[in-house]
T-cell receptor, first 111, second 116 residues
Framework: DQQVKQNSPSLSVQEGRISILNCDYT??????FLWYKKYPAEGPTFLIS?????DKNEDGRFTVFLNKSAKHLSLHIVPSQPGDSAVYFC??????????FGQGTILTVHP | NAGVMQNPRHLVRRRGQEARLRCSPM?????VYWYRQLPEEGLKFMVY????????ESGMPKERFSAEFPKEGPSILRIQQVVRGDSAAYFC??????????????FGEGSRLTVL
């Protein structure tokens, strides 16, 4: 039962352009959603989160959008930089730190 | 302020042996979580512990796996009689009580278990 799905295994973007990473979920009970970024051989690093009662949260170059009716969230990175190349995981949570992660999307930003 | 420390970073075991993975949370963090990442998959929740208490172990396999977070010392994830399917990256994460309801976890670099 995959409650959080990232349907695009990979995404390739030119430096300076926008990166849009997508995530779908089925569990209506999630209280919040998060995006984590992961480099090879490292642990995930928290990027940005959004409460289920909001539809947008922005932090610098990163914006997360939540569409509850569609059970869809997306992460926008503008402008994309080569250092953003990593695996991005979306996750949903209902309480404390018990998160349900998607499978991840590999983002490659070309110079 | 040191991050979440996990050791060993890499562990090789033969089938039937025991694996012990250790995790020291960030200073001031009293909540510890263990997640497992199988090849080509996302991270899956295993267990949530506070000092001397297992709060939620709903993601732990019913047999061979156990976890503890003693009053003193690191949290330990123990896998008895390992099988090839246990080969994975095991990530520990911690959070302070104030971040408990936001899901913002601080992850260690992971322990990569290989079972021969």
């Amino acid at each position: 039962d995959q409650q959080v799905k990232q349907n695009s295994p990979s995404l390739s973007v030119q430096e300076g352009r926008i990166s849009i990473l997508n995530c779908d979920y089925t569990n209506s009970m999630f209280d919040y959603f998060l995006w984590y970024k992961k480099y090879p051989a490292e642990g995930p690093t928290f990027l940005i989160s959004i409460s289920s009662i909001k539809d947008k949260n922005e932090d610098g170059r990163f914006t997360v959008f939540l569409n509850k009716s569609a059970k869809h969230l997306s992460l926008h990175i503008v402008p994309s930089q080569p250092g953003d190349s990593a695996v991005y995981f979306c996750a949903g949570g209902t309480s404390y730190g018990k998160l349900t992660f998607g499978q991840g999307t590999i983002l490659t930003v070309h110079p | 302020n040191a991050g979440v420390m996990q050791n060993p970073r890499h562990l090789v075991r033969r089938r039937g042996q025991e694996a012990r993975l250790r995790c020291s949370p960030m200073k001031g963090h009293s909540h510890v979580y263990w997640y497992r990442q199988l090849p080509e998959e996302g991270l899956k929740f295993m267990v949530y512990l506070q000092k001397e208490n297992i709060i939620d172990e709903s993601g732990m396999p019913k047999e061979r796996f156990s976890a503890e977070f003693p009053k003193e010392g690191p949290s330990i994830l123990r896998i008895q009689q390992v099988v090839r399917g246990d080969s994975a990256a095991y990530f520990c994460a911690s959070s302070p009580p104030s971040r408990e309801k936001t899901g913002e976890l601080f992850f260690g670099e992971g322990s990569r278990l290989t079972v021969l």
